[in-house]
């Protein structure tokens, strides 16, 4: 296939083209910190929605010793998660496969946990759970890593930024909107562990700033 250029490419296909493993708020940090409250077991199996890279499910295939399931939808990803796999000596427990997470190419009641980190901020919240929610057994939980607003705005300046940035459906939730989401779909005993508000060293402020004079 034809390599796009930079220019051309959007959000999800400029981080597969870097090879970034951590694309979510927090970073690496914040997965390890996921994955401790997650107390993940070594029988459990676990799927990576929106695996990206690959680096969560290696790193939870090797350090927890688990079976793992990555999907993404970008192809570039996928590539770039089976290599990582391999050079960390974990492809026998994790494999990774082109899926839309809307349509999951698995079983109902397949999963004990599903990770999601900044993925379903893209996505139709509802439609996604949905379908997380169906393949995960019934005692099955869902860590979502997602960035939240403090607060509802009508600055549509932000709004118009983030889109430009992350592309068209980016959607965040407050923490109560995102717990109400959830919750809709059936989830049970929605909490939020570990939050923590975003340095961006006032980038975005400045963005709006400078588009308003
Ligand atoms: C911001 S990246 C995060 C990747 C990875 N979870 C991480 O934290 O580094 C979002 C990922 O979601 C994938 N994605 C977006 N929509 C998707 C969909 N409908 N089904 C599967 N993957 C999707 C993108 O291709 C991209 O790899």
Redesign the pocket.
């Known amino acids: 296939m034809e390599q796009k250029s930079i220019d051309d490419m959007n959000?999800?296909?400029l981080?597969?083209w870097l090879g970034?493993?951590?694309?979510?708020p927090g970073g690496f940090p914040a997965?390890i910190q996921n994955l401790e409250t997650m107390h993940v077991k070594t029988e459990e199996y676990v799927l990576?929605?929106?695996?990206?890279?690959g680096?969560?499910a290696c790193v939870l295939a090797k350090v927890v010793g688990c079976k793992v399931v990555g999907?993404?939808?970008?192809h570039q990803?996928i590539e770039n998660a089976r290599v990582r796999a391999k050079r960390e000596g974990v492809s026998h427990l994790v494999e990774f496969k082109v899926?839309?997470?809307?349509k999951l190419p698995f079983e109902d009641n397949t999963f004990d946990l599903v990770?999601?980190?900044?993925?379903t901020?893209?996505?139709n919240k509802r439609k996604?759970y949905k379908e997380f929610y169906r393949v995960l057994k019934p005692e099955g939980r869902i860590a979502d890593?997602e960035m939240c607003m403090i607060q509802e705005t009508s600055d549509d300046n932000f709004k118009k930024q983030m889109k430009a940035c992350?592309g068209n459906g980016t959607n965040p939730l407050t923490l109560e909107e995102w717990k109400n989401t959830l919750q809709q779909v059936g989830f049970e005993d929605v909490e939020v562990r570990n939050p923590r508000t975003l340095s961006n060293n006032h980038n975005v402020k400045s963005i709006v700033k400078r588009e308003k004079s």
Request: hydrophobic share 50%; proline share 0%; net charge negative.
């Open positions: 959000y999800f296909e981080l597969a970034i493993g951590s694309s979510h997965t990576d929605a929106g695996c990206g890279n680096l969560t999907v993404d939808l970008n990803m899926a839309d997470v809307y990770m999601a980190e900044s993925i901020v893209f996505l996604a890593l992350f």
